[in-house]
């Protein structure tokens, strides 16, 4: 009994050990067969690329076709974006930073000076309807127009070194030269670099300081429909800030601002464990160059508005007081509450 025993366990141990030398025989097989058909389509398209040298001598298509193909090969240095010999995405950014940003931002801006300055030639500055009474009412405090300011010169600083640095090789260059122009490059460069934190600090700045004036409110339906009294010609009262001057602070000052900011951060390559990779990289700049033309072409507005397109309108950010012949015509609910005492 016993040896009847130890033969069926010899023979169960022997019929595993001839199915694991059959499976390993049977692998050798099909990868082999794999094998097979891998070389015979390197062979095919050898074939194919020995005939196109025969009858075209100068093709060099498969050579280009594998260097453009996008795909990363092994590199033995620390930058794995170096398997990759031709980024194809690249060109996509070139195209649309020299074409769309470039071209298209550039006639925005134009086509938005031109307007302002067609309406003031035709317009004029906005005059009071009333006459100054020389009675003055306090519109912003020292550290509001110590904000503004801040941001207002910061913005200036970034968007005259940001606009030559996208444009200036189109009319710069060729009066310069490459020497002088590489160097004022280079200071623009670093004015727009260590320039942008303090821009960004200051729209948090100014946004703390008047998110709660620029809430939106029912009367700025009101503004919106007849485009601040334009339309039809009759007077639209408003509180501190009217719905215009709302748009550019939500739209222009708080987006885009922070757009322009924290794609900056990025370029800068000062946002805190980030891979800085090539396609962040030119994702980072279109955004930066869109949001930034975006925000000069509103800014226009804004800084001609207050500057030299309306009568009273630079003093209350210039001294922190405006006339009340001023504060009843632009913003009377605003005039009205400081008068009752409410503010």
Do not use: C
Not at 12 to 29: E, F, G, H, K
Not at 33 to 57: F, G, H, M
Not at 194 to 199: E, W
Not at 295 to 311: K, L, P, Q, R, V
């Amino acid at each position: 009994m016993k040896i009847r025993i130890k033969h069926l366990l010899a023979g169960l141990i022997l019929s595993i050990m001839t199915a694991v030398v059959m499976a390993q025989a049977a692998n050798p097989v099909a990868k082999t067969e794999v094998q097979s058909v891998n070389i015979l389509e390197v062979n095919k398209d050898a074939q194919a690329q020995r005939e196109k040298a025969e009858s075209q001598p100068a093709h060099n298509q498969p050579i280009w076709k594998s260097a453009n193909s996008d795909q990363a090969h092994y590199v033995s240095i620390p930058n794995k974006e170096a398997g990759v010999l031709i980024q194809k995405s690249g060109q996509q950014w070139r195209l649309i930073r020299n074409g769309v940003i470039t071209v298209w931002g550039g006639w925005l801006l134009v086509i938005a000076a031109s307007l302002i300055l067609t309406v003031f030639i035709i317009k004029g500055k906005i005059k009071l309807k009333e006459p100054m009474t020389g009675r003055l009412m306090k519109r912003f405090s020292s550290f509001e127009r110590f904000s503004h300011w801040l941001m207002a010169f910061s913005f200036l600083a970034l968007a005259i070194s940001g606009l030559l640095i996208l444009f200036g090789k189109h009319f710069l260059l060729p009066i310069m030269g490459g020497s002088a122009y590489g160097a004022l490059l280079l200071v623009m460069k670093n004015i727009h670099n260590f320039t942008g934190p303090l821009f960004t600090a200051s729209i948090l700045l100014f946004f703390v300081l008047f998110v709660k004036d620029n809430l939106p409110t029912k009367d700025d339906i009101v503004w919106f429909a007849t485009f601040g009294g334009l339309l039809s010609g009759k007077h639209i009262p408003s509180h501190r800030f009217n719905a215009g001057e709302k748009v550019w602070f939500w739209a222009g000052v708080t987006i885009l601002g922070l757009v322009v900011s924290g794609s900056g951060w990025v370029l800068d390559m000062i946002v805190p464990n980030m891979e800085y990779l090539r396609g962040t990289m030119q994702l980072a700049n279109i955004i930066h160059g869109v949001s930034a033309i975006l925000m000069s072409t509103m800014a226009m507005g804004h800084i001609y508005i207050g500057s030299i397109g309306m009568e009273g309108a630079l003093q209350g950010m210039k001294t922190g007081y405006v006339d009340e012949a001023w504060g009843k015509e632009h913003h009377e609910l605003w005039y009205n509450d400081v008068k009752s005492g409410k503010l």
